[in-house]
């Protein structure tokens, strides 16, 4: 009789507990439904920062290299540039990936990613399209909407051709490089999105990521570990979705914070920088890497000039300046590279310096004798040496745009008489009937093919 009594307890023991654990687990997700609710519901547009991204502005970004901006303004703009860097970027079809679609005060882009460029101040007719392709300096990382590349472009372009309409477009991305705008244009091109003028701006992204002898978008690793996982998984019998439970989503939500925290690692690939890092000077592996990037950079911007010549475009490239070629690096708040920097930065900045051609405008040593704060953070700039570059790229610009005032001019009309030798009376005529169009507001625009 007491051995049952003995039982008895246990077993009632043993319910007690397993009921209360019950409840317990029952009641936490209760209390984790409505923190996600809340969440969810009034801090959706307040995407929790990233601490990756946090790290990042601790370490690098400078206040005092701002030239425009209060420092309260700027602190402003790097929380909304924080919370646009947490929510990540968004996978795009041929290019990889792009920006997310973000508004703020400072910083907005629109639903294909794209940063908003300062609004045009339209006057007659169709408006001349610019679009400036490039990376994350092209983007405008570090300084607000108004204070990028193309926003300046935009602004002086007025200013110097009151009677034009001038449409200037932002097509810089974080991490892209010749081979992605490339693939970009394309994808414009076959949406019927045609410009009458593409810039490329590129040298950094280029450098850093064709030196290893890899023309690949940078997350490529990173997918491909993906696929390949996903490879493996077993998709036999259907799954139940669980992820509706507050726990499961809570335990979800961490493993991929962790997962992600894992992938930025690996993507930086520290092996390989260590090995880059240790080369000595003048090594014949680092000048076959710096070759190697010169030789596919030039393969690229053919590539582009064909294709802009095909579709009545006129493009430019620009050799980009970088802290790591002829800069004074005491400037910087915190440089990049703490020893030495590696030898690829000169050998292909060199090479590309040697290269010329009428729509190439090489600015890579273009801090050489600056000696103020240019860079916002590790490698964007301040909002007055964006503005220098537009002057710089608005004067490359200058000869093409005067055509467009006139298309009798001088230089029109030596174009015309070699081109007619070329193409037919007929097909330079319907040509010049377009560049004529465009003068008087209406019809398409004729631009003259880049040199090879």
Known sequence: ????????????????????????????NLILAGLLWVRDTFLKSMPAVDQRVLSHREKYSDLKAYTVMKPVDVNRFLNEQDSMGSIGFQHEAWVQFRNPEFHGTFLNTDERGFRKTKDPQFSSGRPIKIYVFGGSATFGYGVADDNTIPSFIQTILERQYPDYSILVKNYGQGFYYSSQEMLLLISLIKDNDIPDFAIFIDGGNDTHQLHLKHDQPY???????????????????????????????????ISRRLLALKSHKESRNPNKEKQINNLSPGTNEECSNADYVVKRYKNNIRIIRSICCEYGIKCYFVWQPMPFYKYDRSLHRTFPYPGQIPKHWSEVYTGMKDYSSLDFLYLGEFFENVFEKVFVDDVHYNEKYNEKIAAEICELLKSDLNDFASPNSESNLKFTETKMKIFGEEEIR???????????????????????
């Open 1 to 28: 009789m007491k051995k049952n009594e003995s039982y008895i307890r246990v077993y009632k023991s043993l319910a007690l507990q397993t009921f209360n654990t019950i409840v317990l687990i029952l009641l936490l």
């Open 219 to 253: 997350f490529t690793n990173t997918l491909r570990d993906l696929w390949n996982f996903r490879r493996h998984v077993s998709y036999s019998q259907p799954k139940r979705d669980y992820s509706w439970i507050p726990m499961i989503r809570l335990a979800k939500g």
């Open 430 to 452: 319907w040509k010049l009937k377009k560049a004529f169009d465009i003068a008087v507001g209406t019809g398409q625009t004729y631009v003259r093919c880049g040199s090879n």
